[in-house]
């Protein structure tokens, strides 16, 4: 597992049951570690290369897991009470490593699509959606090399 340098943040491992005609990949169930209660689940996608971000929520728990593509997620905490402020952590979610990051409110977000072809996301939110409790910066408002190859 990779080691969590980002206070509030985890990765949980999830079950894969591979099945000759289609398999069954885990997301979270309500007795997992990070569940904090149903908002809304949404699906994104994002192309080979092309990163999103930076977006912090003020109240939302984000779960997010990766079924299809490769998809690199780093997190910043800039959270002034925070004992990881100022670091990143960086962790690249497929099949290969298939596991369940949850982010609490108040860290920043940016994720890389890094399969050719399809990236998919979803996340497990424990609110609805709602425009007045995130913000969102460019890329270049913290330095992190996107370029990287390797974590």
Known sequence: MDQIIIEGVFLTPLKQIFHPKGNILHGMKQSDPGFSGFGEAYFSTINAGDVKGWKKHLRMT??????????????????????????????????????????????????????????LLLNIAD?????????????????YNWRRVND
């Not at 497929?94 to 994720?111: E, H, M, S």
């Open 62 to 119: 984000m779960n997010l897991v990766v079924p299809v593509g490769k998809i690199r997620f780093v997190i910043y905490d800039d959270r002034k009470e925070s004992s990881t402020n100022g670091k990143f952590f960086s962790v690249i979610i497929d099949a290969d490593n298939y596991q369940r990051i949850t982010l609490p409110p108040g860290v920043w977000l940016g994720f890389q699509g890094l399969a050719k072809d399809l990236n």
């Open 127 to 143: 609110m609805e959606h709602d425009l007045t409790e995130s913000e969102n910066i460019p890329l270049e408002s913290f330095c």
